[in-house]
């Protein structure tokens, strides 16, 4: 069976900083669900750190980690985006963006000494988020009349299914969240109630 949880921020961490001889390094995670907000975080840190060389990030999206990307911004070669993303891989989030901001000190780092700061300073941003694990939910639409609403509303109690939104006007639509490996088994009940129609929604 697939799982069906995952990982993930609920709001941006502290900034955090990380120093060596003399280069910093500021971490930062961000929750995010798009490339548009991916974009708006980096825009806005390049406004607020404009003297900085370097604005390196990873971010995963997804709710089963499908998309990724890496970005060294002129750094040597893999020696900025994949450490970030591999500490994005190592706590198992998604859904989140980190970056490293660099002020460059004047000394190099030669490439060891970037991958370790890089990786060490997503650490540090992550170490500063509250993780949450969620679940993977099916929103399932149900429809019927209103003397049904009892029956429907027992076994939303019963099951202890979460109701996103209802309309009780004449026709009664309620739209239902139920955890993946749930939804099958749900999706029956409700299907076996004389005169309730369920059909899932999709994104």
Not at 62 to 82: L, T, V
Request: net charge neutral.
């Amino acid at each position: 069976m697939e799982k069906d949880t995952y990982k993930t921020i609920t709001k941006p961490s502290r900034e955090i900083l990380f120093k060596d001889k003399g280069s910093k390094f500021f971490g930062y995670a961000f929750p995010v669900t798009n490339e548009e907000q991916i974009k708006a975080h980096i825009d806005e840190l390049k406004t607020n750190h404009h003297q900085a060389r370097h604005w390196c990030y990873a971010w995963q999206l997804g709710k089963r980690y499908e998309h990724y990307r890496a970005n060294d911004d002129g750094e040597p070669n893999n020696s900025a985006g994949m450490p970030i993303y591999g500490q994005l891989q190592s706590f198992d989030v998604t859904n989140v963006l980190v970056v490293a901001v660099r002020y460059f000190g004047g000394t190099k780092l030669g490439v060891s000494g970037l991958i370790n700061a890089y990786k060490t300073t997503a650490q540090m941003a992550l170490e500063a988020s509250k993780i949450v694990t969620k679940t993977i939910n099916r929103n399932f639409l149900l429809t019927f009349e209103y003397e049904n609403m009892n029956k429907v509303m027992r076994v939303i109690k019963e099951q202890d299914l979460n109701i996103v939104k209802q309309d009780l006007a004449l026709n009664c639509n309620s739209e239902i969240e139920v955890r993946e490996k749930e939804a099958e088994r749900i999706y029956g009940i409700f299907e076996g109630i004389y005169g309730v129609e369920i059909k899932e929604l999709t994104d």
